[in-house]
C-alpha cells in the first residue's frame, strides 16, 4: 500500500482565493482525520470522519473551512476564501478504528499552504 | 477545554545517554495515551502507545504513565543522533458510548537533539 496520499504537496496561492487540499486514505481503513500544523498551534485536529460521515467539525476554525468525504477512498478540505493566517502544514491521517481501543493514525506527508 | 503541555525544549543530551520527555494532561477521563516522533519536514509517525498505569518497554523506548498524576513520560535509552526529532504527546478518550471512536489531543511537541 502507497499509504496516505496528499495533494498537492506544496500550494501557493493569493488571499481571497479557493483552495482544496486531497487526501486518498489507506484502503481499508474507516476513520479519515484532518489536521493543521502551525509553530505557534502545533497539531490542530480540524474535522474526524468515521465511515465517511463527519463526526466532530468542532476544530474547523470557521466558515471558511468545509470538508467532504463522498466516499471511502477520498477527502477535501476547501478553504474559501483563503488568508494569509490559513498557511500551514495540513496533514491528513486514516485508522481502522473499531472498539475502545486506540489503533494507530497513519499521516499523509502533508500539503504545505502559503497564502500571500 | 482538553490541554496537554509539553515542554517546547530543545532538549539536548549527549549520544548514548537517557533522554527523558515529559507530558501533563488536563482531562481526567482520559483513557489512551501516545507518542508520536516527527522528522523536521516529515508526518508524525507513532513509536509507543499505552493504556495503562506503569511502564511499557519497546527497545530503547520506555513509556511512563500515572494517571492519579495525570503525566506520561517518554525515556530514550542509549540516545542516538537519529533520535533527534519533534516527540508529540498525543492523548484520547473514547467519547461515544458505544464505542468504535475517538478525538486525539496532540501536545506540541518537544524538540530533542542528540549530539555527537
Known amino acids: 500500500d502507497a499509504g496516505v496520499i496528499q495533494s498537492p504537496r506544496h500550494e501557493v496561492t493569493e488571499m481571497g482565493q479557493e483552495v482544496t487540499l486531497r487526501c486518498k486514505p489507506i484502503?481499508?481503513?474507516?476513520?479519515l482525520f484532518w489536521y493543521r500544523q502551525t509553530m505557534m498551534r502545533g497539531l490542530e485536529l480540524l474535522i474526524y470522519?468515521?465511515?465517511?460521515?463527519?463526526?466532530?467539525d468542532s476544530g474547523m476554525p470557521e466558515d471558511r473551512f468545509s470538508a467532504k468525504m463522498p466516499n471511502a477512498s477520498f477527502s477535501t478540505l476547501k478553504i474559501q476564501p483563503s488568508e494569509p493566517r490559513d498557511s500551514a502544514v495540513y496533514f491528513c491521517?486514516?485508522?481502522?478504528?473499531?472498539?475502545?481501543?486506540?489503533?494507530?493514525?497513519?499521516f499523509g506527508p502533508g500539503t504545505r499552504l502559503t497564502v500571500l | 477545554q482538553k490541554e496537554v503541555e509539553q515542554n517546547s525544549g530543545p532538549l539536548s543530551v549527549p549520544e548514548g545517554a537517557i533522554a527523558s520527555l515529559n507530558c501533563t494532561y488536563s482531562?481526567?477521563?482520559?483513557?489512551?495515551f501516545f507518542w508520536y516522533r516527527q522528522y523536521s519536514g516529515k508526518s508524525p509517525e507513532l513509536i509507543m502507545f499505552?493504556?495503562?498505569?506503569g511502564d511499557k518497554e519497546d527497545g530503547r523506548f520506555t513509556a511512563q504513565l500515572n494517571k492519579a498524576s495525570q503525566y506520561v513520560s517518554l525515556l530514550i535509552r542509549d540516545s542516538q543522533p537519529s533520535d533527534s526529532a519533534t516527540y508529540l504527546c498525543?492523548?484520547?478518550?473514547?467519547?461515544?458510548?458505544?464505542?468504535?471512536?475517538?478525538?486525539?489531543?496532540f501536545g506540541r511537541g518537544t524538540s530533542l537533539i542528540v549530539h555527537p
Open positions: 491521517a486514516s485508522t481502522f478504528q473499531q472498539g475502545l481501543l486506540y489503533n494507530e493514525q497513519f
Open positions: 484502503s481499508g481503513h474507516n476513520s
Open positions: 470522519f468515521n465511515n465517511n460521515v463527519p463526526i466532530d
Open positions: 482531562d481526567r477521563g482520559s483513557q489512551s
Open positions: 499505552i493504556y495503562s498505569n
Open positions: 498525543a492523548v484520547s478518550r473514547d467519547v461515544h458510548a458505544s464505542g468504535g471512536s475517538y478525538i486525539p489531543t
